[in-house]
């Protein structure tokens, strides 16, 4: 039995944090192999043991690896892509569609993690000002198997260039369950050194000491030793 008070130490805490800085959202780097169950399920035990408001635990999990229902799935993603393209025009059109943001049937296995909005009845603790925490709490088990399969060496991509409406109905969801994340799983070929569309040169990561406020919004910290800390 684990000593749940026992303080992490140095490697266990090193584990963690180099999890959270190297998890990629894969798209390119997929291999064919097969997660092993006893892998899969602790991804899934992982996902399920996230915290959730009330505990309400709204989350399901769909696997596919059927390959008729990944056309489906891309089918509804090209469509998207398509129309999600005309928000940009010139060279931020061509690079928006030189952009590999799917990798729906490279990787071995898909994975909906789903939202159940009924799951607890009416009046779930912790929900009543703010009805869109079973969503958020959603959010956290994906986080939750996100940083374990990075742990595992295998790869997740996130696709949410898609119809929610649509992917309901391939997935025959019931009406109050909310396909929130759509997941491409599998073994990589490398983890990248940095964000693909940083290295793309789509987006840079914000420098984190101007995203930090003092008690209200836009007051700067005045402790400036530790907002130099912040730049590391």
């Avoid at 997941?183 to 101007?210: I, T």
């Avoid at 003092?214 to 800390?229: P, V, Y």
Wanted: proline share 5%; hydrophobic share 40%.
């Amino acid at each position: 039995m684990t000593d749940h008070n026992r303080p992490f130490s140095d490697a266990e805490r090193a584990g963690l944090y180099r999890a959270i800085y190297e998890r990629r959202d894969v798209r390119s780097q997929f291999l064919p192999d097969p997660i092993p169950r006893p892998v899969l399920a602790r991804l899934l035990r992982a996902a399920h043991h996230a915290p959730s408001v009330g505990f309400m635990q709204p989350w399901d999990f769909i696997l596919i690896d059927s390959l008729e229902i990944r056309q489906q799935v891309l089918a509804s993603f090209d469509e998207e892509n398509a129309k999600a393209a005309e928000n940009y025009s010139g060279t931020r059109q061509q690079n928006y569609r030189n952009l590999k943001l799917q990798g729906i049937i490279e990787s071995p296995l898909n994975l909906c993690i789903s939202c159940d909005r009924s799951r607890g009845g009416s009046h779930v603790l912790g929900r009543n000002s703010i009805v869109e925490m079973d969503l958020f709490s959603t959010c956290l088990a994906v986080q939750n198997l996100w940083l374990a399969a990075r742990a595992e060496g295998i790869g997740v991509g996130w696709v949410s260039i898609l119809d929610q409406d649509t992917l309901a109905g391939i997935l025959q969801l019931p009406d109050q369950v909310y396909p929130l994340a759509y997941l491409c799983l599998g073994y990589v070929s490398e983890f990248l050194d940095e964000p693909e569309l940083q290295a793309k040169g789509w987006r840079s990561r914000l420098p984190l000491e101007e995203l930090v406020h003092l008690n209200s919004w836009g007051a700067e910290l005045e402790d400036k030793a530790w907002l130099a800390q912040l730049k590391n």
